[in-house]
């Protein structure tokens, strides 16, 4: 089998602008800061900053890593065995130093040596085994397991030397945990309670406090293995981070602007353009519309095909959001499965016609239909979703509301599972759904299979279909998954409207550029004088 080593990246300060409208298909292009150690005293102009961010995070837990709501806090605390490199996209180490795949189902990692968790404890391969155990049990049942694979089994090898065994053959297994940060194993024994509220991870920042619906705050951890290595991809310039919530893009654009917050996620372009300094990049995300088809009505295929004509896609995107490119497909060009499909056009003729057509043999479409979305997450959230709920009751589907929900409310819903939907709830949710992984395998199983935690749809065709593709490689497994994108584009459990592009206001002191897979990671960020 083949061996990985990655390459280290290149020494010193890389910038490279990323243009509004790239295509996603070229590697992420972002800012990586120094690669050495370099703490910035507390003392020095500019090293505590201020961040507003859309929305709180449901939990700290490290399960919530791979989340919007999460990451910005806990992937500066927490650590993956790997990331990505921002200007290749490349997967590169950091709790592991190589990774090599000894069989079919099962891979090795060679671990850092002389790291430590927050809490004094060491990182090594029985740690980060028990970690990974844990947070991708099956029966713990954490929402980031549903964009995960097979299951996994971990052990330790030697004690730098891991196995992560998979229940099935799964070719991007080093993709997967990219998304897994490592949390301390003796906080979740001694103190589980602790995991969900006061995060211990190996990372550049430590856990200070969590006042609810006021701020979360960080400060660096002086004992940061990266300190002292020339490889830990940044350094910690900011010696502390204080972020705030604010849900209104408004607040958080005039916070920048004032100088109240020196740093502002979600923002519109113009909003972006007022700000001291504004970075703008594409994304890895797609907004999405999810229908309930457990849904007598939403179940008939003439009721999903007329909601996916009766609203413009491009009005969503850059009229009411920041701009971005319109989508056919959950996932954009640089995902293997991509399949360069057009967007469900803009027709509300004929949404009528297949809406009387359902009604004319039964289907009632006066039914209660709820287009909601999370507070926070998407921009303009509450807009959009009152546009999309004014074009179905012009089609004929009267019952037809609009709503925005607090994260944890939104999520609870979001996350049942096809099983334990109710057939009367008619959710049809819009939401922001990221594929990091750049591979489609991921979003099928989040979004279209049986089993999937935010998936409102099952069907044994596709399962069979997802089965086949998910074991395969190279062309083949583009060729497989491409088929499902066309195969769920005709039958439309899930409208793609199109892909974000996401921008962020800061104050002149910061120096950082924003990574495509949405990462904010205060490492990457250096800072001047001006303040």
Known sequence: ????????????????????????????????????????????????????????????????????DGHPILRNVGEALLNRDPDSNELVPELALSWEQVDDLNWQFTLREGVKFQDGTDFNAEAAADALNYVLDPENAFPMRTFLGPNVTASAVDEFTLNVATESTD????????????????????????????????GPYQFVSWERGQNIVLEAYPDWWGIDSDDANGAQNVTKATYVFRPETEVRSSMVSTGEADFANR????????????????????????????????????????????????????????????????????????????????????????????????????????????????????????????????????????????????????????????????????????????????????????????????????????????TASGDDRQEKLAAIAEYVYETIPVVPIGQPSFNFGMAESIDWTPRTDGLILLKEMTLSDAS
């Open 1 to 68: 089998m083949n061996r990985i080593t990655a390459k280290k990246p290149h020494a010193g300060i890389r910038r490279t602008r990323v243009g509004v409208m790239a295509v996603l298909a070229v590697a992420a292009m972002a800012l990586s800061a120094c690669t050495g150690g370099g703490t910035a005293t507390s003392g020095d102009s500019g090293s505590e900053i201020t961040l507003a961010l859309g929305e709180e995070p449901r939990s700290l837990a490290s399960w919530n890593a791979y989340s919007n």
């Open 267 to 470: 923002l519109t372009s113009d909003q972006c353009e007022q700000a001291p300094k504004c970075e703008a990049t594409p994304t890895v995300e797609t907004i999405i519309l999810r229908l309930d088809t457990p849904n007598p009505t939403l179940a008939d295929h003439r009721i999903r095909e007329a909601i996916a004509l009766s609203f413009d896609k491009s009005q969503i995107m850059n009229d009411i959001g920041g701009g971005g490119e319109t989508r056919g497909q959950i996932v954009g060009p640089g995902a293997t499965g991509y399949a360069d499909l057009e967007p469900y056009p803009y027709d509300i003729e004929k949404a009528k016609s297949l809406v009387e057509e359902a009604a004319a043999d039964g289907i009632d479409v006066t039914v209660p239909l709820h287009v909601n979305a999370r507070d926070g997450y998407i921009l303009r959230a509450n807009e959009m979703v009152q546009v999309i709920a004014e074009g179905l009751k012009a089609i004929g589907l009267t019952g037809a509301t609009s709503g925005v929900f607090e994260t944890a409310a939104f999520e609870e819903q979001w996350t049942i599972g096809y099983p334990n939907i109710p057939a009367d709830r008619g959710l049809i949710g819009l939401q922001q759904h990221g594929n990091e992984l750049m591979d489609y395998s991921g979003s099928i199983n989040g979004y279209y299979s049986c089993e999937g935690q935010t998936s409102a749809y099952c069907d044994p065709t596709l399962e069979t279909m997802y089965a086949e593709a998910t």
């Open 171 to 202: 070719p991007i297994l080093p993709t997967r945990l990219y998304f897994v940060t490592i949390p301390s194993p003796t906080q979740i024994e001694e103190d589980p309670e602790a995991y969900e509220t006061h995060p211990i991870g190996t």
